[in-house]
């Protein structure tokens, strides 16, 4: 019986080693094994909206536009619709929490206008009182935060993230280089 090069053995361990690393990053990791580090440099940044769902039709810039940012503990946020006729303006600021296990965030202010001119309409209040709590898992190449209370979450992956309500997604944000 004749034995293998030792080249061989080695790839055969890469292979086999690569493999294993594959199949560890990609499976669904518990909370309390993801590093809070990790998920700050995942959430922080500032993003410009791709994509706003609204009564199931896609609304694209520049129909829509929007910002959110997420930085040293102040959350801030605008949502545009421009369409005539369906004017929204949205905007909120306030601040989150990042904990061993979870994120939480509320609005300290939150405004809504509906329409333009003298039929404008204001309102004043998020859209959820008080402090919304995410806990976070990964999901493949995905950092999800959930709230499994109202079921919504924010589906973090390289390039950007989408709210999702309802098991749909809402919202779809672009990261703006910085």
């Known amino acids: 019986m004749s034995r293998m090069p030792g080249s061989y053995v080695a790839l055969l361990a890469q292979v086999f080693v690569g493999t294993m690393a594959l199949t560890i990053f990609a499976s669904d990791a518990r909370t309390d094994e993801i ?10 940044g500032t993003w410009t ?26 959350v801030m946020y605008f949502l545009e619709r421009r369409t005539p006729g369906k004017e929204i303006f949205v905007s909120g600021y306030g601040s989150y929490d990042l904990a061993e296990t979870n994120w939480s965030y509320h609005y300290e202010h939150f405004r809504t206008l509906l329409g333009t001119g003298n ?18 898992r990964i999901e493949g190449s995905k950092l999800i ?27 779809v944000w672009k990261s703006v280089p910085e």
Do not use: C
């Not at 590093?35 to 700050?40: E, G, I, R, S, T």
């Not at 769902?53 to 930085?71: A, C, K, W």
């Not at 935060?145 to 709210?163: N, Q, S, T, W």
């Open 145 to 171: 935060l959930d709230d499994k209370r109202d079921d919504a979450m924010f589906a973090f992956e390289p390039g950007g993230f989408a709210y999702i309500e309802n098991g749909k997604t809402a919202r």
């Open 119 to 136: 039929d404008t309409k204001v309102y004043n209040e998020a859209p959820w009182p008080g402090i919304r709590t995410f806990e976070f």
């Open 35 to 44: 590093d809070k580090a990790y998920v700050q440099g995942v959430i922080e």
């Open 49 to 74: 909206l791709a994509e706003w769902n609204v009564d199931g039709t896609n609304l694209q810039p520049p129909e829509v536009d929007g910002r959110f940012s997420i930085h040293g503990g102040v």
